[in-house]
């Protein structure tokens, strides 16, 4: 590998909104970082994702194209 040419890598301190907390080794000079959601507090990791069919649109998406499949 070249010398000199290699970004120096920090360990940051992250903290989640949930309480969360964990070290990543990234190329920035911060020495912390506050983040909203993490793969503990997330919705899509945690299985508590919800599909939320307003006014009827998957209904209609259906009824529209679902003559289609056949």
């Given amino acids: 590998m ?3 040419i ?8 992250f903290k989640c ?3 969360n907390q964990f070290d990543l080794s990234l190329a920035m000079e ?5 983040i909203e959601v993490c793969n503990e ?3 899509f990791y945690t299985g508590q994702q919800k599909i939320i069919d307003s006014s009827g649109r998957v209904d209609n998406f259906y ?4 003559k ?3």
């Fill in 2 to 4: 070249k010398k000199n």
């Fill in 6 to 13: 290699h970004p120096k890598c920090n360990i940051i301190k």
């Fill in 17 to 19: 909104a949930c309480g």
């Fill in 30 to 34: 911060s020495k912390a970082l506050n």
């Fill in 41 to 43: 507090c997330h919705p």
């Fill in 63 to 66: 009824k529209k194209f679902g």
């Fill in 68 to 70: 289609l499949k056949q």
